[in-house]
């Protein structure tokens, strides 16, 4: 990657791959920021919650100029293909480049945020630019929740207009993002012994593209947790189902894109068995031939007979759960055309020790609307003896019609490329928002990015061309800002 350009960027990319970076396994990536800053000599301060904030003077001409904050965050999801030997924890990202995009082996690029840092540490880096007063901003945590942007103290932020570079479609100016929040349900387990009689089998849904829960939920992509719901409730319906375990999906920000269920039936309930996963597969197919082709259902026999089975009543409390709770979008804005107003993804099923876990994202740019939604999850939860928690709340961000950095955005794109960006609200949620709410919505904030596909998946794959121009959109907005 060393010839590519812009060379800057990508080469602090790279550095940044080379430090494994999931949310909540940051303290390395921080420190390199911090080490970063000081091999600069430039001012720096990390927080508590390992949030870095590296602040740049102007450059002649601009010392007196208002100050002007960059924005990303550190950490990325992780996701890998099934086949892929990858250890999130202490091995690099592996890149390649394919034509003119870049891909990661398999896993999850950290396109998401990465890129962001990378262009900011250039920008502080570099002796040639023009621009106001900077700081760059690198949160933690953002992918679960936020974290580090809810424990930024605003005190430490001195610039009033912020450059947020975490969408991922060029020339789209984002203006607005929904609230959310995750809901957290345990079913408690009550287990019984299992019958050495009966038959038992593996059920695994594969072949789901998966994808962004807020940005991709439009699509109509299927969720692997649904529809294991769907089939257990179909099984359960002509045979007495045991059920030994159930786990599915695994960040509750992605659309599920794989589950497995374990279970048990009696020996002449396996051929209705094999035939209502062929019957189920098809029909799933069926439903979902534009946005999921290639759903796959596998039935496996279980060659340890498993010691223990859910109780009837458990049985029945997961799978009315998961059948019930609301998925996918939920209304649709009458004020913005085409914008998603709430939706609510089924994320993660895991089966523990004494109870099942299952957590979901709620999101919605109307907060009376997401608290609606949460509090029908804790009613479903309640009648399938539930307990429900709500974790990560953040607000949304809404419009500023009197937003100066946005025309300077808007007429700069037009001035560079020759045609008008779309003005966009998004159905996902960005800092902005928690930062539109600490500042007491005194900080002009936008936010953009090079288009990065398939965010949150093994395929996410950063544009090469689309970074280029972004950056040349980003130097030439800061050489503006004086």
């Given at each position: ?323 019930l709770i609301p998925n996918g979008v939920q209304s649709v804005s009458l004020d913005i055309e085409g914008l998603v107003e709430s ?9 523990g020790e004494e109870s099942i876990e299952i957590i979901s994202s709620i999101r919605s740019s109307v907060g009376s609307i997401k ?112």
């Amino acid at each position: 990657m060393e010839n590519m350009e812009p060379v800057e960027v990508f080469h602090y990319f790279e550095e940044m791959n080379s430090i494994p970076r999931g949310s909540g396994n940051e303290k390395r990536i921080s420190d390199y920021l911090v080490s970063f800053a000081k091999e600069h000599n430039l001012e720096v301060i990390q927080d508590k919650a390992l949030n870095v904030i590296i602040r740049k003077p102007g450059t002649k001409g601009y010392e007196e100029s208002p100050g002007v904050v960059i924005q990303g965050h550190m950490d990325m999801v992780c996701e890998k293909r099934p086949d892929v030997m990858h250890d999130f924890m202490t091995d690099p990202i592996q890149m390649k480049v394919v034509g003119d995009m870049l891909y990661a082996n398999g896993t999850t690029l950290g396109g998401d945020d990465g890129i962001a840092v990378a262009m900011g540490m250039a920008v502080l880096a570099s002796d040639t630019l023009e621009h106001p007063p900077v700081e760059l901003l690198v949160t933690t945590s953002e992918e679960t929740g936020m974290d580090g942007a809810h424990a930024l103290d605003p005190k430490n932020i001195l610039g009033k207009t912020l450059i947020n570079i975490d969408s991922e479609e060029e020339g789209i100016l984002t203006v607005s993002c929904a609230g959310g929040c995750s809901s957290k349900i345990n079913l408690p387990i009550i287990w019984e012994d299992a019958d050495s009689s009966r038959a038992a089998y593996i059920i695994d849904i594969t072949g789901l593209k998966g994808g962004h829960s807020g940005v991709e939920i439009h699509t109509g992509r299927a969720n692997a947790n649904k529809l294991m719901a769907r089939l257990l409730k179909s099984v359960n319906l002509d045979t007495d189902l045991n059920l030994c375990s159930i786990n599915g999906g695994s960040k509750h920000n992605a659309i599920a894109r794989d589950a497995r269920a374990v279970v048990c039936v009696n020996l002449e309930a396996v051929p209705m068995l094999k035939e209502k996963i062929s019957s189920m597969e098809h029909i799933f197919r069926d439903e979902f031939k534009v946005s999921d082709p290639d759903i796959k259902i596998e039935l496996n026999p279980v060659e340890n007979m498993p010691k223990r089975i859910m109780s009837k009543d458990t049985r029945d409390n997961i799978i009315n759960f998961m059948y019930l709770i609301p998925n996918g979008v939920q209304s649709v804005s009458l004020d913005i055309e085409g914008l998603v107003e709430s939706s609510l993804n089924l994320g993660v099923v895991q089966t523990g020790e004494e109870s099942i876990e299952i957590i979901s994202s709620i999101r919605s740019s109307v907060g009376s609307i997401k608290d609606n939604i949460f509090h029908t999850v804790a009613a479903i939860a309640e009648l399938t003896n539930g307990k429900v928690t709500a974790e990560s709340d953040y607000p949304e961000w809404k419009y500023n019609p009197d937003s100066k950095v946005r025309l300077l955005f808007i007429e700069l794109y037009e001035k560079l490329f020759g045609e008008k960006p779309l003005i966009s609200a998004i159905h996902a949620g960005l800092e902005c928002a928690i930062f539109d709410k600490k500042f007491e919505g005194k900080m002009d904030m936008i936010s953009v990015g090079p288009t990065i596909v398939g965010v949150h998946t093994a395929e996410e794959h950063l544009s090469i061309p689309s970074t280029q121009r972004t950056w040349k959109y980003l130097t030439e907005v800061l050489k503006a800002l004086k």
